[in-house]
């Protein structure tokens, strides 16, 4: 499974959310576009006192696609998102309160500040809230429970589930001492496709069928009463059973009849999610992404998260960025760069160097002498791949050790320090072994004291 299917009760829509991707898109949506449109429509609006509701609607219409529940729900939570902007917008930037600007806006000058006027009462009296404020809080939201299930490294999935778990709980406790009710905090209903809110709409050609065959039943109903109930939760059963007490004694049709509703059941199996808010969709895509076995990791680089791979092993994501290359690309080429800052020249000139001065141990150049340079280099090398020296440093390293071999006379025949000189060629510099200093530590002596050293040697 890689996607659900959700529904609103605001239309007859059915909407697809492709798990993860969407989460990823959402918290990744960048919103500084709109907001631009929304001040200059502000200022436009002010300048000319005038509010052009299809000029709010093709700026509201830009942020469609930031996510599927935005789009099913524009035309009801989200119709006055742009004013709300900006009503975020004056208050922030003339730094006053809600109640300051809607008692500014108590006997509107013109249309612009009747519809402020008309919004912030819907705020007061809890029939909306402000979406923009609230799409941004709920991006906010995302990314951090994004971070507490995913950050660091990989663990098993039952961790992650224990993650999501003690997140979503430790919201259920705090709801509950702060004495939020249950019943108005988010939610999310599961149904099948027939017993959805709008189904009778949502699966109208066999919905026409029934309706037909059961006409003749409904003209007999004599006012079927429902009372509004103190509790909606104690009386569903009862109302659910008085609307099957008319379909009692229901046949099943006949063959013919089913098979022909036959193909739009098998289109429409499945779950079908009716989410309330905003909130419950976004915590319903984490639940469906865990239950997939979907993991998601981030990026060491851009910080981005990507789909987990069993067979990739590294910590970079495999998107590609404004510079046409994924992060694991651009890793890929400047590691071998990173491995070899030193060139083929420079290698060549210490491999040598190191093979001159080591035929050179002897009387003049002793072996603890020879030692203490072939550390020196080693440290210098390692040093320039880790960025703690420059390439610019063992150069001068070579040109020193270069002229000090020269000065340096060949070794006495008697003092053979190694037994086979002549037979196996001198290894190569050596990589340093693990147990040894860090490089960065490692203080090599300047310039200048070696030259000292050199001279006080003479
Ligand atoms: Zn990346």
């Known amino acids: 499974m890689d996607s659900i299917v959700f529904v609103t009760k605001s239309n007859n829509n059915f909407y697809k959310l492709e798990l993860a991707r969407t989460l990823l898109h959402f918290v990744e949506y960048d919103f500084t576009y709109f907001w631009e ?103 906010e939201y995302a990314r951090a429970k994004l971070d507490y299930i995913f950050e660091g490294d990989i663990v098993s999935r039952n961790m992650y589930v224990t993650r999501k778990g003690y997140f979503d709980l430790s919201f259920s ?32 050609k066999v919905s026409k069928l029934i309706l037909k065959k059961i006409n003749p039943i409904i003209d007999e109903i004599k006012d079927p009463v429902y009372n509004p109930p103190v509790s909606r939760d104690a009386i569903r059963d009862q109302i659910s059973l008085d609307a099957f007490t008319f379909l009692r004694g229901m046949s099943r049709p006949d063959g013919m009849e089913l098979e022909a509703a036959e193909e739009t059941f098998a289109n429409l199996d499945g779950e079908y999610f009716l989410p309330d808010s905003f909130k419950a969709i976004i915590d319903l895509e984490f639940d ?7 993991i998601l990791q981030k ?82 090398r390692e040093n320039v791949k880790t960025e703690a020296a420059t390439i610019e440093d063992l150069e001068a390293f070579l040109e020193y050790s270069e002229r ?3 000065e340096v006379k060949s070794r006495p025949a008697v003092k053979v320090i190694r037994s086979d000189p002549m037979q196996a060629p001198p290894p190569p510099v050596k990589k340093r072994e693990p147990e040894k200093a860090e490089p960065q530590k490692y203080r090599f002596p300047t310039l200048e004291e070696l030259e000292r050293k050199e001279d006080r040697r003479r």
Request: net charge positive.
């Open 288 to 294: 469906k992404m865990l239950e997939s076995g979907i």
């Open 299 to 380: 990026c060491a680089k851009c910080g981005k998260y990507f789909f987990y791979d069993m067979n990739y092993k590294g910590r970079l994501c495999n998107r590609v960025s404004s510079s046409g290359k994924t992060c694991r690309e651009m890793y890929d080429e400047s590691k071998p760069i990173e491995e070899k800052p030193i060139t083929n020249d420079i290698e060549t000139r210490c491999q040598i160097l190191y093979t001159a001065l080591s035929n050179k141990v002897g009387e003049e150049f002793k072996e603890n002498e020879f030692k203490e340079w072939s550390q020196y280099l080693e440290n210098m």
């Open 37 to 139: 449109q929304c001040i200059d429509l502000g200022k436009s609006c002010r300048k000319l006192g005038g509010y052009s509701p299809k000029q709010f609607r093709v700026v509201k219409n830009l942020i469609t696609k930031c996510h599927p529940y935005y789009e099913a729900q524009i035309n009801s939570d989200f119709e006055h998102i742009v004013l709300d902007c900006l009503i975020e917008y004056i208050c922030h930037s003339e730094n006053i309160g809600l109640e300051e600007l809607w008692a500014r806006c108590i006997s509107p000058k013109n249309a612009y500040e009747k519809a402020i006027f008309v919004r912030i009462s819907e705020y007061k009296t809890g029939r909306a809230i402000n979406q923009w404020a609230n799409i941004m809080r709920i991006q």
């Open 173 to 204: 406790v705090m709801a509950k001492e702060l004495g939020f009710p249950s019943s108005e905090l988010p939610a999310v209903k599961r149904y099948n496709s027939s017993l959805m809110p709008n189904s009778a709409f949502m699966v109208s």
């Open 404 to 406: 000090m071999c020269a």
